[in-house]
Each structure stands twice: as structure tokens, then as C-alpha cells.
């Protein structure tokens, strides 16, 4: 009988090994974020399993950064690294158990499909190669990493800018899935949706707010431990460069639409999550957040508005937050995208779940309701 091992020395590679002894029991800690609590996020590769029941128990998951993240959450799978699929998984309030017969010696398990930094950097060069892509790099990560930013469109007089930023929290791989599938079609020179867009828009796409988190398997914290969507006021290049220098070119070239793109671990839908509780919010305002609703309704099964956050009481918006900060600076429309870790419960598919090639169409969708509110901005 061949030893079980575990591995965890890759990109996003995380989680802590209590005990090997036996394939029927393998005891398991989500291991925190490098400089911070959060702990939520894993990825490892399990080998010498084949054919053989396979029980893997995460012993703290009750204590985690989101427990209820784990009711009704099935883990994901993959031999190739490509093709993720969903693992029978449940939770008592304590444990969470994955159980699964392995068909191969190597086998990776997730929190969700990864998104790595050579895919990272394979995105960037893919839009490097369109003549109307200008890659701009803003600065360093406290790793080292580039913070990069790719402006779409000829800059000119009146054009609205539309700014989308996704992975504040690096392991919402989700977020960065979502922004391939919008730089893919609005990147397609056949697309009617995206001349007419292009005409009237220049886009700042910056694809990951986080790269060194999202190296380091973090849930929710960059290098040093900051939560980038809670230092939006008052970042520092010392803690929070990544949102320093972002928000830094923002105040530079203005913002018209903001979109932040997220996951959630607890609601198993697709929303957005808006500025309501601003003081300057507006009926203005609110009139773009509906249309913007509105026009994503009608054309994605997959968005809804029953379910999502408590909205704020007016005025008590929590301005360390992008999505806050931008609205009330810019006096833009501003939305936080949430996607959902487990799946979207009105459209559920039963072999994926909620995947990467899911938000990739999500991302490609909101090209709709941008379109539809573009000519209101301002
Ligand atoms: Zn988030």
C-alpha cells in the first residue's frame, strides 16, 4: 500500500496536514492567511490514492473566516488542473469531510477553481497583443509583483470611463475568472456590443488587485495582512500599495462606473452590492443602480436581486470599502459584484457547480448592462 501525501509548494498551494496514518481518515487544518486570521482558503494535491475510498476530514473548518461558507459547499477536484469538478463534501458545524475515490495517483482538491499568476500573466499578454490595449504597470507589490492595469480604447474628450478591479480578496478566484470572460469579448473587434461600447468608453481593467496574496493562497489579505477593501481611505505604500496605487490613478484619469468583482462564501447567488449608505448618495444615483439592475436582469439568468446583502442605513456606508469610496469621491455609479463559492441556486449544475467558466460568461454579460446605462452616467 502506497502512503498518502499531500503537497502544497505550488501557486495557491494552502492547507496544514494533521495526520497521513490512514487514506480512510486524512486530518486536515485550513491553514490562515500568511499575516492575518482569515482562514478559508485551500489547494493541495493528494497522491498515492488511486482507486482506494478516500476520506479527508478539515478538522477546523467550524473556526474558519466564514463557517457557514461550508453549509451546502462542495468542495472542488481536478487531475488535469484544467477541469474542476465538484466532490461530495459535508459539514456538522465543526468538521468539514470530503470523501472521494481518486482515479488517478494525483489528485488536487480546492476551496474554488484557482486562478494562478502565470495565468495571471498569460491574460495580460493576451491583451497585450490588441492594438487598442495599452498595459500599463502602476508599481510593486510588497513582493515584488507588478500591479497591473490594461487600458482599453482610445482616451478622448467626453468618453465615460469605466473602471472594473477584481481580487481585493485573492482567493475569490472567481472575481478574476469573471474579468477573462469580459477582456474576451470586449477584446473581440466583431462584437456589436463592445464597438458600441468602445465608442463611448474607455475601460481600466485591473485583472488582480492582489497578486501577492493570490500567489500565497490568502483568502482575504495581500502580503501584509491588509484587507485591501477595507483600506480605500487611507492606504499606505508600506501596507496596502495594491489599493495606494490603483486608487491613486484613479483620482488621476476619474472614474464614471466603477464595477468590484467578488465572491461570496455563504449565499449561493449572483448580486451586487451598491453605495445606498453614502452620504452623498442621490436619487441620481439610485436611478443608475436600478437601470443597471434592471438591464443585467434581463439578459443573465444567472444575476438576481431577491437575495444579497442588508443594504445600508443612509449615511453609515463604511467608506473603507473600493466600492463606497469610489461612489462617494467620484460621485459615480458604483457596484460590488458577488459571485457565489457553492453555486447559483436558481441554476444549478450538479456535476460544477458555480465555476470559473460560469463567471466567465457572467463577465462577458455585464457588457449589457453597462451598455445600457452608459449614455446616463453623467
Ligand atoms: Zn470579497
Not at 467626453?158 to 477582456?183: C, D, N, S, Y
Not at 497578486?211 to 501596507?239: F, K, V, Y
Not at 456535476?351 to 454579460?365: T, V
Amino acid at each position: 500500500m502506497t502512503q498518502p501525501r499531500i503537497s502544497t509548494a505550488f501557486d495557491s498551494g494552502a492547507v496544514d496536514v494533521v495526520s497521513l496514518a490512514d487514506q480512510r481518515d486524512i486530518q486536515l487544518n485550513i491553514r490562515p492567511d500568511n499575516a492575518a486570521e482569515f482562514a478559508q482558503w485551500f489547494h493541495f494535491r493528494l497522491q498515492g490514492c488511486a482507486g482506494l475510498p478516500v476520506t479527508m476530514r478539515f478538522l477546523n473548518a467550524g473556526q474558519s473566516a466564514y463557517p457557514k461558507g461550508w453549509e451546502g459547499y462542495r468542495a472542488v477536484a481536478s487531475y488535469d488542473r484544467q477541469h474542476w469538478f465538484r466532490v461530495p463534501t459535508s459539514f456538522d458545524g465543526k468538521e468539514m469531510k470530503v470523501t472521494m475515490t481518486p482515479m488517478a495517483q494525483s489528485v488536487y482538491l480546492a476551496y474554488f477553481e484557482p486562478y494562478s499568476h502565470e495565468r495571471h500573466l498569460d491574460l495580460i499578454g493576451f491583451a497585450n497583443e490588441h492594438d487598442n490595449v495599452e498595459v500599463q504597470c502602476l508599481g510593486q507589490t510588497l513582493d515584488g509583483r507588478d500591479m497591473e492595469l490594461l487600458v482599453i480604447g482610445e482616451p478622448a474628450e467626453g468618453k465615460r470611463k469605466v473602471w472594473l478591479i477584481a481580487r481585493q480578496h485573492p482567493g475569490e478566484t472567481m472575481a478574476e475568472w469573471f474579468v477573462e470572460g469580459f477582456l474576451e469579448r470586449i477584446l473581440d473587434g466583431d462584437d456589436p456590443v463592445s464597438r458600441k461600447l468602445l465608442e463611448q468608453c474607455v475601460f481600466y481593467v485591473v485583472p488582480n488587485m492582489n497578486p501577492d496574496g493570490a500567489a500565497r493562497g490568502n483568502l482575504r489579505t495581500n502580503a501584509a495582512g491588509a484587507n485591501l477593501n477595507r483600506e480605500w481611505q487611507s492606504p499606505t505604500m508600506e501596507r496596502s500599495p495594491e489599493v495606494f496605487l490603483v486608487r491613486q490613478k484613479m483620482l488621476e484619469v476619474g472614474v464614471d462606473l466603477c464595477l468590484d468583482a467578488h465572491g461570496d462564501e455563504n449565499l449561493p447567488y449572483n448580486f451586487v452590492a451598491g453605495c445606498e449608505g453614502n452620504p452623498g448618495y442621490t436619487a441620481r444615483i439610485e436611478a443608475l443602480e436600478e437601470a443597471f439592475k434592471a438591464a443585467w436582469l434581463a439578459t443573465s439568468p444567472d444575476f438576481q436581486t431577491e437575495y444579497g446583502y442588508e443594504r445600508d442605513a443612509k449615511g453609515e456606508a463604511n467608506l473603507t470599502l473600493a466600492t463606497n469610496w469610489v461612489g462617494q469621491e467620484f460621485d459615480c455609479l458604483a457596484y460590488t459584484i458577488e459571485m457565489p463559492f457553492k453555486d447559483n441556486a436558481n441554476l444549478p449544475d450538479e456535476e460544477y457547480g458555480w465555476s470559473g467558466e460560469r463567471s466567465k460568461k457572467l463577465g462577458a454579460g455585464v457588457l449589457l448592462p453597462v451598455l445600457a446605462v452608459v449614455g446616463k452616467l453623467r
